[in-house]
């Protein structure tokens, strides 16, 4: 069994949030750091949250939880399929939770270092924080719609980046957020 697949089989055991050091000892990946370097590289199927309590040592820090997203052949599905973006956007609200961090993605340059912060969610929008300028932003549905509408040629590169930049000034947080969700 690789460590990926270890942490895997211990957080489906153990659908909680633990931190690095706990997974660390409680599966036997060692150093503490491989744990860090590996959850941090799949994101998408290790969510990271910011001040939640671990739920072995109770020490409120960072914490790691298996993705909702993780293995959800139903929205796969439904996404191959039909692309309804009601759909997507219910499992986006119902999945992402305040405090969860999401590192920055493009299409060019995959996912980097940098990361913003989820702070609430209702049903007309997401509110995140940006750590880096410490700017709170509200991001309405209606802009994630519109972005999705053009995901697909995103992805194939028939449209750049800057492109969907300049129809949209909150971009850079929602493509960041579909990536998670749309595994294309
Ligand atoms: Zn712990």
């Not at 309405?140 to 992805?155: G, L, M, V």
């Amino acid at each position: 069994m690789t460590n990926k697949e270890l942490i895997i089989s211990f957080l489906k055991k153990h659908n909680y949030n633990f931190c690095d050091d706990c997974l660390s000892s409680l599966t036997g990946i060692s150093p503490r750091q491989s744990i860090n370097q590996l959850c941090n590289k799949e994101l998408y199927v290790f969510s990271k949250h910011a001040n939640i309590k671990c739920h072995n040592c109770n020490k409120i820090k960072i914490t790691r939880s298996l993705a909702n997203t993780f293995e959800n052949t139903k929205i796969k599905n439904c996404l191959k399929n039909e692309r309804k973006f009601d759909f997507l956007w219910n499992e986006i609200t119902s999945t992402l939770k305040p405090s969860q961090q999401i590192p920055n993605w493009t299409k060019h340059s995959g996912f980097l270092e940098s990361e913003f912060e989820i702070c609430s969610i209702t049903n007309n929008a997401i509110e995140v924080f940006t750590i880096k300028d410490k700017h709170h932003r509200s991001i309405p549905k209606t802009d994630f719609e519109n972005i999705f509408s053009k995901w697909d040629k995103y992805i194939s590169g028939e449209i750049k980046r800057n492109e969907l930049r300049d129809e949209n000034k909150n971009t850079t947080y929602i493509i960041s957020i579909l990536k998670i969700f749309c595994k294309t």
